[in-house]
């Protein structure tokens, strides 16, 4: 699944040499990303806007805005601060000041460099990318509560609440699909990998033992008549 997000990632490659943009283009496309192509900086500057770019390569010598001036604009903006950028570089001496001049730069290349180099390491930044977000979504707050999603631990406030691990799952099950309302056979199905219906009272229990352990927090979980389950929406 990874892999496959990986390769819908539309790489942007700002690039005034045919022959490099026509190189790097080619080997892109040849290993699965979608491409878009600027030749100069304010051609650069407005893909950004109209596209949802993943990743930017971007050369330091270009026709008016420089590569650097363009690296500075995106990473200022809000916007597109968090899209990566990886500088080309036609002098080893140039290096220090994409990497000294602290603008954000991700990663950069010196040229000539080669198209399976380039397509590793913009795997590699991609890769890293990924797994802040992954990192970023592993503590869940919904209204008073906070989940660690991966030591598996919740606080009510700054109070540990010690659940069981289906009660965990349970929770996070209905906390991660917040607003939605969920059948006792969904959560039967995702918490437990019943197929069947002959348990549904199991969800009640669980459910009933958990509002219990959640004390104040409890009103989070509410019932939805002849529905199901349903983790509450607004923090009130
Ligand atoms: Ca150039």
Known sequence: ???????????????????????????????GFSVVLAEDGEQ???????????LVILDLMLPGISGLEVCRLL?????????????????????D?????????????????????LVLRIRAILRRIHRRDETETAQLVA?????DLVG???????EPIELTAT???????????RGRVQSREELLEVVWGYEYLGYRRTVDTHIRRLREKLGTAAEMVETVRGMGYRFRREDR
């Open 152 to 158: 598996c631990q919740v606080q009510l406030g700054s």
């Open 75 to 95: 990473k200022q903006s809000p916007r597109t601060k968090d899209i990566p950028v990886l500088m080309l570089t036609a002098r080893a001496e140039e290096v």
């Open 1 to 31: 699944m990874g892999g496959k997000q990986l390769l819908n990632d539309k790489i942007l490659i700002v690039e005034d040499e045919p022959d490099i943009l026509n190189l790097v283009s080619y080997h892109l496309g040849q290993s």
């Open 44 to 54: 650069a500057l407005s893909a950004v806007e109209q596209d949802a770019i993943g």
């Open 167 to 177: 009660e965990f799952k349970l929770l996070t099950t209905l906390a991660q699909r």
């Open 97 to 117: 000041r994409i990497v000294g001049l602290e603008l954000g730069a991700d990663d950069y290349l010196v040229k000539p460099f080669s198209p399976r180099e």
């Open 143 to 147: 209204g008073p509560l906070s989940i």
